[in-house]
């Protein structure tokens, strides 16, 4: 099964490069996950046991419980336990320990947006930060340019 009828089956719209190069670098498991989300439409039994970086216990996490207590969607869940088992299996504790406090501070669930009003604030009232804004714009647009081929071959690719 390629990527691109993975993505199609998830109703995802916007970002579907991205979202495929991210699954095309998923460890095997979590693609055998995606293809099983997707042939029996029901969420993978995946597992991970964490020493919490920090010194203070032990976590055991599902990906269940990451869509029914943290409210991920599916591939959402699928995603975040892949990038949880890189950072175990690298033992990089400064990774799992920014997961973990994503979790906890919400931030897997939130999403930035900066208004028209907002910029012409900063536009208006402090020039120094509206170049900068514009020198990070310019730069993620060039990043968009370089990952677009990256992400339509993730798209093409087989799962």
Same mark, same amino acid.
């Given at each position: /099964? ?30 055998? $996950? ?7 439409? $029901? =969420? ?36 975040? /336990?892949?990038?949880? =088992? ?15 406090? =994503? ?14 009003? /907002?910029? @012409?604030?900063?536009?208006? @009232?402090?020039?120094?930060?509206? $170049? ?7 730069? @993620? &647009?060039?990043? @968009? ?7 339509? &071959?993730?798209?093409? $690719?087989?799962?």
């Amino acid at each position: /099964m390629k990527i691109k009828e993975l993505i199609n089956t998830l109703g995802i719209g916007q970002s579907r490069g991205k979202l495929a190069l991210r699954i095309s670098h998923c460890l095997p498991q979590i693609k055998k $996950a995606f293809l099983r989300l997707h042939d029996e439409e $029901a =969420m993978p039994n995946l597992r991970i046991a964490l020493d919490v970086p920090n010194g203070r216990g032990y976590l055991e996490l599902t990906a269940q419980e990451l869509v029914r207590i943290y409210g991920m969607k599916k591939y959402q869940a699928l995603l975040f /336990m892949d990038e949880l =088992m890189k950072a175990k299996d690298e033992e990089n504790p400064a990774r799992l320990k920014t997961l973990l406090d =994503m979790l906890k501070a919400g931030l897997h669930r939130q999403q930035l947006t900066v208004s028209d009003e /907002m910029k @012409e604030t900063i536009r208006t @009232e402090n020039p120094e930060a509206w $170049a900068y804004y514009q020198q990070l714009c310019a730069q @993620e &647009a060039e990043q @968009e340019k370089v990952t677009e081929q990256e992400c339509q &071959a993730a798209l093409d $690719a087989e799962i």
